[in-house]
């Protein structure tokens, strides 16, 4: 007796009619496009529409007297970006000078926010009594609201009544006069002391979650070989949290360059000192301060331009070394 093997039929697929078969049309194939539409209209809403128009703008003379048509306002072309890049007029030289002032302020915050993160993770890296209070209290300043945190420490640079010239100069005695902390030359360091406060709990916080992945025994066995901390740190430590710092150094870089909730609550937004002119809070005083909408546009778009191609070429050198790695 024969038997006749009988094709196999796929159950995505239906016959209409005896010996035709045709695939079985999804009818869910469309959910995860609707899905996506309320995210995708609410990008374009707060971040591409803005940014197409903020380009827009910096393509035409938006003052104070087109503001209520923008229409009428005259196109100017490159004429913001010239006046901007100008280093030999007034706001082409103001907008160096908030850069490279930014430049440095940068450095310092992201490496000393770095350092002292990498720090602290490292310590409460083992098991000892009372490390889940350390690493409650650590991470308080990143817990608090940032204008919470950053009017707090407006009260405690004030010259006569701020709590740090009561303790340096009237608790441990400091010869000389009290200094004012929010104006001249010492708002500068005022802003690296707040910024370094506000971040450095974020850079613990994500490298102490990357050494939850580093075995113990990695450790163990190099302690056996005769291994010191610092070693174990340079030769294990480093190496494992590498993907971790290639992101956390991006990340802490972009939100420090683009800082404008520091300077503009520190010291206001009409009184701030040259040397706490961050360039965010630069553009800021351009565009709402002189009502030159032009000028402010074209320097965000520089601002981003700049931004863009320092992400560019430290994500290609990170991956060559990796490469080379």
């Not at 916080?205 to 163990?220: F, K, N, R, T």
């Not at 294990?236 to 956390?248: A, D, E, G, K, S």
């Not at 000028?295 to 601002?303: E, F």
Request: glycine content about 8%; overall charge positive.
């Amino acid at each position: 007796m024969s038997a006749t093997a009988s094709p196999r039929i796929s159950k995505d697929a239906v016959a209409d009619k005896p010996g035709e078969i045709r695939p079985r049309r999804r009818r869910r194939d469309w959910l995860p496009y609707v899905l996506l539409i309320p995210a995708v209209v609410f990008e374009l809403l707060v971040h591409i529409v803005p940014m197409v128009t903020g380009i827009w703008i910096s393509f035409i003379k938006l003052t104070q007297q087109y503001l209520r048509n923008w229409s009428e306002a005259p196109f100017l072309g490159l004429g913001n970006y010239r006046v901007s890049m100008d280093f030999n007029g007034a706001v082409g030289r103001s907008l160096r000078d908030s850069f490279l002032l930014t430049c440095g302020f940068t450095l310092l915050v992201v490496g000393i926010a770095w350092v002292v993160g990498m720090a602290a993770a490292v310590a409460l890296q083992r098991r000892f009594p009372g490390r889940g209070i350390f690493r409650t209290v650590f991470l308080i300043p990143y817990a608090i609201p940032v204008y919470a945190g950053i009017i707090a420490w407006k009260f405690m640079l004030q010259k006569d009544t701020g709590a740090v010239n009561h303790l340096l100069f009237d608790n441990l005695g400091l010869p000389g006069d009290k200094p004012f902390w929010l104006i001249g030359g010492n708002a500068f360091w005022s802003l690296v002391i707040v910024a370094i406060w506000r971040l450095w709990p974020f850079a613990f916080l994500m490298l102490m979650a990357g050494l939850q992945s580093v075995p113990e025994e990695l450790y163990e066995a190099s302690a056996v070989d005769g291994a010191k901390p610092f070693r174990q740190w340079r030769s294990i430590t480093l190496p494992m949290l590498r993907p971790v710092n290639v992101v956390l150094v991006l990340v802490m870089f972009l939100w420090t360059f683009n800082d404008f909730n520091t300077p503009f609550v520190l010291f206001g937004k009409t009184a701030q000192p040259p040397a706490g002119d961050l360039i965010s809070f630069h553009i800021y005083n351009a565009s709402f301060l002189t009502f030159n909408f032009g000028y402010g546009s074209a320097m965000s778009v520089l601002l981003l331009i700049f931004l863009l191609l320092v992400t560019i070429v430290y994500l290609l050198f990170v991956n060559r070394r990796s490469q080379r790695a």
